[in-house]
């Protein structure tokens, strides 16, 4: 079995970092940011070297209502050609809500944001799941995300969640240990709780990252250092399962290179303190804890990389172990009746693989029932993500303090996105850039995408008459022009004809 061992998401502003770092045996790239037609050099020389790539996707969007957008799916399968990669990875999140399942605007969040953990919700996952493995060329593994808010009546907690996710479809988990940290602290959930009830040995790699506090909130940033609770999850972990690989994040406020290799020295020796230190390549790969939790082959694809994780506690077997009321410690104290912790993982080893077993462990809903659900989770989705982004009261249930927080974060995140979309207009706009997208973000949801969210902020920008001086007013007029169009304007040929004309003209 091929074993990632230790890498780094490679950015384009650290290329040359990566490049020469020791001890990098793989990086991860954000999917959608690389051209398979044209990699990055850097990407590359890398692959070159005998350095694993694996695409990391954040748009498809397996936790919403609707089913995966063929399109996107194509898409993310033709980056894992382009870059040899022998698995591919997503996030349970929704990001997007709205659209003819509710009859009302499709909006989008710009952000990963938290699916429900209740039977519908994961109905519909299971499902979506199952046609994005249908779809790519290799195995699948979906992440576990961070979130701000907590959805009321939820029926699961995030360990059994993620378990009956993968007894169900057999897909593998990207387990990212800052993200139980953050729930943690903002939803009160206990990373070694979590961790007991996750089937390990569906792990695929470990995702690590720093982020901030701020009134009792932590951010999952993704630019600040890794914080030493992080590290004491992952060597919790790594006491549990030899991880095959773990991977740092680092997406803003890049450090100089010798801070990285800081940071991936103490992710090493946080793994190795919890006995994992099998986790880089080519160790031998056993696992803590006993052969039952032994770690999923990434060399599988296709059906043969869809093994079933469960006779022992599959379909209604496993759901009459858990509870079926909200979780808490009476809920799993309900579900420690059937076997559990290392007994548990050596009967999911068991499970039928392919398309046999994903009929024998799954006994989620089917036609009008799987449809009924795909609706109540639709309009939920919809009631949450209008009151974030565009200003309609909050759903009940909900704590608005922490919705005004999300709500902001979103925002936050648009205006930043958009500055790396659209360099040019926080050059343009200067220190007044951020203030006046913020302000444009509070009446105008996001609809598609950030290309056409820089276009409509200028838009608005031009129609609304605030923008005094004349020469930052022509300069945004212009940067509309030339980008507005199905061709840039620079390159139109009455525009070019008018240009060559001009110069005829003026050398006379």
Not at 105 to 133: F, K, S, W, Y
Request: charged residues 25%; aromatic residues 4%.
């Amino acid at each position: 079995m091929e074993r990632l061992g230790t890498g780094i998401g490679w950015r384009p502003e650290i290329a040359d970092a990566v490049e020469g770092m020791p001890g990098i045996d793989w990086v991860e790239v954000v999917a959608e940011n690389v051209c398979p037609g044209h990699l990055p050099e850097s990407l590359r020389r890398l692959r070159e070297r005998g350095v694993t790539v694996v695409p990391h996707g954040v748009s498809l969007g397996l936790g919403g209502a609707e089913r995966p957008d063929a399109g996107r799916l194509a898409a993310l399968a033709e980056r894992v050609g382009a870059l040899g990669a022998p698995l591919v990875t997503e996030h349970i999140a929704f990001v997007r809500a709205g659209g003819p399942l509710t009859a009302s605007p499709l909006l989008e969040a710009g952000h990963l944001l938290p699916v429900p953990r209740t039977r519908d919700a994961l109905d519909v996952l299971c499902e979506n799941v199952r046609i994005a493995q249908d779809a790519l060329p290799v195995p699948l593994a979906v992440e576990n995300i961070a979130a701000l808010i907590s959805w009321p009546g939820e029926e699961m907690t995030e360990g059994q969640f993620l378990y009956d996710l993968a007894d169900r479809t057999g897909v593998r988990l990207l387990i990212d240990v800052a993200n139980l940290h953050t729930n943690h602290v903002n939803r009160a959930e206990d990373p070694a709780e979590a961790l007991a009830e996750l089937p390990l040995e569906a792990l695929a790699y470990v995702h690590v990252a720093g982020g901030f506090e701020r009134d009792g909130v932590w951010h999952d940033s993704h630019a600040h250092p890794v914080p030493r609770p992080v590290l004491d999850i992952l060597t919790d972990l790594a006491s549990r399962v030899s991880p095959p690989g773990v991977l740092l994040e680092r997406d803003e406020n890049f450090p100089e290179p010798a801070e990285l290799e800081g940071e991936l020295r103490a992710i090493r020796e946080a793994v190795e303190k919890g006995g994992g230190g099998g986790a880089g390549r080519g160790g031998a790969g056993a696992e803590a804890g006993g052969a039952g939790r032994a770690t999923v082959s990434l060399g599988q694809s296709g059906g043969a990389g869809r093994a079933g994780f469960g006779e022992g506690l599959s379909g209604g077997a496993r759901r009459a172990a858990s509870p079926e009321g909200p979780s808490g410690k009476e809920g799993r104290a309900t579900s420690s009746e059937g076997p559990s912790g290392g007994a548990r993982r050596a009967t999911s080893s068991e499970g039928l693989s392919g398309k046999a077993g994903r009929a024998a462990s799954s006994e989620g809903p089917s036609g009008a029932s799987a449809e009924g659900a795909r609706q109540r989770l639709a309009l939920a989705q919809a009631s949450l993500l209008s009151a974030l982004v565009a200003g309609t009261p909050a759903p009940e249930g909900f704590d608005r303090v922490r919705l005004g927080v999300q709500a902001r974060a979103l925002a936050g995140k648009r205006a930043d996105v958009v500055a790396k979309v659209a360099p040019e207009l926080p050059v343009i706009l200067g220190a007044g850039y951020r203030p006046a997208f913020l302000a444009y973000a509070q009446g105008s949801p996001m609809t598609d995408g950030y290309r056409r969210d820089a276009l409509s902020f200028t838009e608005h920008l031009l129609l609304d008459g605030k923008l005094a001086d004349a020469r930052t007013r022509r300069e945004v007029r212009e940067w509309w022009l030339e980008r507005s169009g199905p061709v840039p304007r620079s390159r139109r040929p009455a525009v070019r004809l008018a240009r060559a004309t001009r110069k005829v003209l003026l050398r006379r």
